[in-house]
């Protein structure tokens, strides 16, 4: 008999580490998977209250809220299509206009020489790899049709969420399935607040960039309110990026503008420290900032660009899983 507890155990482990490395094999159609779950935690997010107030079933309400949002998309890009399209274009025109007049600048004194130099000698070294550029159109049709199968695989999960959750319990021992079953569900409403909670900060970091640039008189304001709100998905990142792209726009009209573009975006990151993101907070999912880096750096080099942009839901759901399944229920659970 202990021989054969012995045989079943390393069974496990064996098993244990062929799933682990199945999972690897298959990390692009996991994050696939993930996104659905993304959208579908969405959905859910706003049908449930519809059904609970109508009264309206389950499957209906997260019909109605996907024909919704798609239809409040389709007005967005039939009224302000065609213009933030136009001004996308015209930024990406001023973009080497404006990286001409950095250079200009930094050759004035002498230490923006050095770093030009050092730029170059970097820009020398780095090979760049024609081959993956020549097929850039490829890639963004690719990334197109993924982001439709993520929509429809997210809206078949929204519908009958259920169904999935039963099957995969039927793959634990019957004993382990109250608490997993309670970690899913917990994780599904960590994710749901999560994302409640960003697309908050980004509509109000959007939209206040969008005014402030204009009440700056900077050129492309509604285009680059539209990419900081993009990229304020990405925690800590996003927005570096999204304040270099406006400094380095507004040094097209000179140096003193693009002073006055930083310093706004540095009082728009104290605002959002100290004011959005204690607001969100009250009701959405509390995530450390360093935690929120990790996230993206880890999860990042794993999994390259979509590791960045599902980064930080990857690490809620990570979190929520660790303190149900481990820690309350092996450590707290087993304390003396």
């Known amino acids: 008999m202990p021989s ?63 024909l919704g949002l798609l239809a409040i998309l389709v007005l967005i890009v039939w009224s302000l299509g065609e213009p933030l399209a136009h001004q996308l274009q015209e930024l990406r025109t001023a973009l080497p206009k404006a990286w001409a007049s950095v250079r200009e600048w930094l050759e004035r004194n002498p230490l923006g020489i050095k770093m030009l130099e050092a730029g170059d000698d970097v820009a020398r070294d780095f090979v760049i790899p024609w081959s993956r550029l020549a097929g850039a159109a490829t890639v963004a049709t690719g990334a197109i049709a993924n982001i439709v199968l993520i929509v ?48 908050v900060a980004m509509l ?23 990419i900081s709100g993009l990229l304020e998905f990405v925690p800590f990142f996003g927005p570096i990026a999204s304040a270099l792209l406006a400094v380095l726009v507004a040094f097209a009209q000179g140096p003193q503008e693009a002073l006055y573009v930083a310093i706004f975006f540095v009082v728009i990151q104290q605002l959002e420290g100290n004011v959005v993101i204690p607001f969100v907070q009250r009701w959405a999912v509390h995530m450390p900032p360093l935690l929120s880096v990790l996230a993206v750096v880890v ?13 930080t839901p990857l690490m809620v759901v990570t979190l929520v899983l660790v303190e149900r399944l481990y820690v309350r229920d092996t450590l707290e659970h087993h304390a003396p």
């Open 4 to 66: 054969a507890g012995r045989d079943t155990s390393a069974f496990r482990v064996v098993l244990a580490i062929f799933g682990v490395w199945l999972l690897w094999q298959l990390r692009d159609v996991a994050l696939l998977l993930f996104g659905a779950i993304i959208v579908a935690a969405l959905l859910r997010a706003f049908s449930d209250p519809l059904s609970r107030g109508s009264r309206l079933p389950s499957r209906p309400a997260v019909l109605t809220v996907a």
């Open 152 to 199: 429809l695989m997210g809206v078949y999960l929204a519908l009958d969420p259920g169904v999935y959750l039963r099957g995969l319990l039927r793959l634990l021992p019957p004993r382990r399935r109250p608490a997993f079953q309670a970690a899913m569900e917990a994780s599904g409403e960590g994710l749901k607040k999560w994302l409640l909670g960003q697309g």
């Open 204 to 226: 109000m970091v959007g939209v206040t960039v969008g005014i402030g640039l204009a009440l700056l008189g900077m050129p492309l304001a509604p285009a680059l309110g539209l």
């Open 299 to 311: 999860f990042g080099t794993l999994f390259g660009v979509a590791g960045v942009v599902f980064g």
